[in-house]
């Protein structure tokens, strides 16, 4: 168990509609991360935060957006959904600027999208 | 730009065993970190192992080991002994630090299949 926590695990929706992921980091990590991860393809970096405020974009859609909470979860919206977009999303979490940091991530289980 | 390699898309290995999982990076920074991360089908991400750009000496954990060659910017994962258990996808990634910024950037795997 990394400690890090994501809902819904399984969401079946359908082209146009809009769902909203949700990521609870490990006690203490500041920094929270979203990848995605199509069907047999590496992770792809989307968003970073921390302590919530964004930090990095990757390539992440204009129909995307997330944020961060002062509780430090974290929610990523996707809007406008296509065929496409059905993937692994998952959340990560750091513990960025430590001194004795690794850059180690800690993932949650992901969040599998399937849009008919 | 930072950019990780893996050139093999699957591997297969005899039970018990040693595998070697490729993996080169491109960097002009002085200072970066390498990951290894498996990922089984039931999809959740789990580390494995950690070299860091100065360390000294390659990095074990039990039956995994980097072979770090610095030189030629490759960082293979060794796994002995296979075990049925060790099929899965396996991830290199590399730490990317800038100033507003510190995330990982992942090749695009290896799917490791162990056969008796």
């Known amino acids: 168990d990394s400690g890090v926590t994501q809902t819904p695990k399984h969401l079946i929706t359908a082209t146009g509609q809009r769902v909203t992921l949700r990521c609870s980091p490990r006690?203490?990590?500041?920094?929270v991360y979203w990848y995605q991860q199509s069907l047999d393809q590496g992770l792809q970096f989307l968003i970073q935060?921390?302590?919530?405020?964004?930090?990095a974009k990757g390539n992440i859609l204009e129909r995307f957006s997330a944020q961060q909470f002062p509780d430090l979860h974290s929610e990523l919206n996707l809007s406008s959904l296509e065929l496409g977009d059905s993937a692994l999303y998952f959340c990560?979490?750091?513990?960025?600027?430590?001194?004795?940091?690794?850059?180690?991530?800690?993932f949650g289980e992901g969040s599998r999208l399937t849009v008919l | 730009a930072q950019k990780i390699t893996q050139t093999q898309p699957g591997m297969f290995v005899q039970e018990k065993e040693a595998v070697t999982l490729d993996c080169t990076y491109d960097?002009?920074?002085?200072?970066?970190?390498l990951f290894w991360y498996k990922q089984p089908s039931s999809g959740e991400m789990i580390f494995l192992i950690y070299?860091?750009?100065?360390?000294?000496q390659n990095a074990t954990e039990g039956r995994y080991s980097l072979n770090f060659q610095k030189a030629r910017k490759s960082a293979n994962l060794v796994i002995s002994a296979s075990q049925l258990g060790d099929s899965a996808m396996y991830f290199c990634?590399?730490?990317?630090?800038?100033?507003?910024?510190?995330?990982?950037?992942f090749g695009t795997g290896t799917r490791l299949q162990v056969f008796p």
């Open positions: 990634a590399m730490r990317e630090k800038r100033y507003n910024t510190d995330k990982l950037i």
């Open positions: 990560a979490s750091s513990v960025v600027g430590g001194g004795q940091s690794t850059g180690e991530l800690f």
């Open positions: 935060y921390y302590n919530g405020e964004e930090r």
């Open positions: 960097t002009s920074d002085p200072s970066y970190g």
């Open positions: 070299q860091g750009s100065y360390d000294q």
């Open positions: 006690s203490g990590d500041l920094s």
